[in-house]
């Protein structure tokens, strides 16, 4: 799993300069870790994690070589799971046990392309506190949906790309919400 779009809230007793606080953050960093940008909220702003109703992702197989990639109508067959279908009824596991999920109003955006011959999932899925919806649980639905009969989650190469607020018919990224610094 990789990510192009975390979020994180840092309360600060005082006001600091925005290049300042941004450079003195990338010093002290993780290796491999950058902090791209830093904004100022309005003090009423919901916290950042609490905020978020759905991400964004991109998935992939690590092997061309798994099953998904040599299925030739894979691009029909999502239609009918995804597009003409009335509900995604799978069982989710939880801390509680199991439940019945339909995952069709949870999944916003399911988009399939073909690259080099290797199936490319473009996700936009529910996530926080409610409904959160893992790319990996949609990719095992639609497997089972098109018969194959082993999933294994480390097959895929899953990166988010953003996190949203708001509702599905006005998603807004964490990033553009507070004033740019």
Do not use: W
Not at 23 to 40: A, H, P, Q, W
């Amino acid at each position: 799993l990789t990510s192009e779009g975390e979020y994180m809230d840092i309360d600060l007793k005082e006001k600091v300069d925005p290049v300042e606080a941004l450079n003195s953050l990338n010093d002290n960093m993780v290796e491999g870790l950058e902090i791209t940008g830093f904004k100022y909220l309005p003090d009423d702003a919901e916290k950042c994690m609490s905020a978020v109703t759905a991400a964004s992702y991109i998935v992939t197989y690590k092997d061309s070589k798994d099953d998904a990639c040599y299925i030739d109508n894979i691009s029909d067959l999502k239609l009918k799971f995804f597009d003409e279908a009335h509900s995604i009824n799978i069982i989710k596991k939880t801390k509680k046990g199991e439940r019945e999920l339909d995952l069709k109003p949870l999944i916003y955006r399911f988009n399939l392309t073909i690259e080099d011959k290797v199936p490319v999932y473009d996700f936009l899925l529910s996530s926080g506190s409610t409904d959160n919806i893992k790319p990996e649980l949609v990719v095992k639905a639609f497997h089972e949906f098109i018969g194959l009969p082993e999933f294994d989650d480390l097959s895929l190469d899953i990166k988010r790309v953003d996190m949203f607020t708001g509702q599905p018919d006005n998603f807004i990224s964490l990033g553009e919400i507070g004033d740019e610094h």
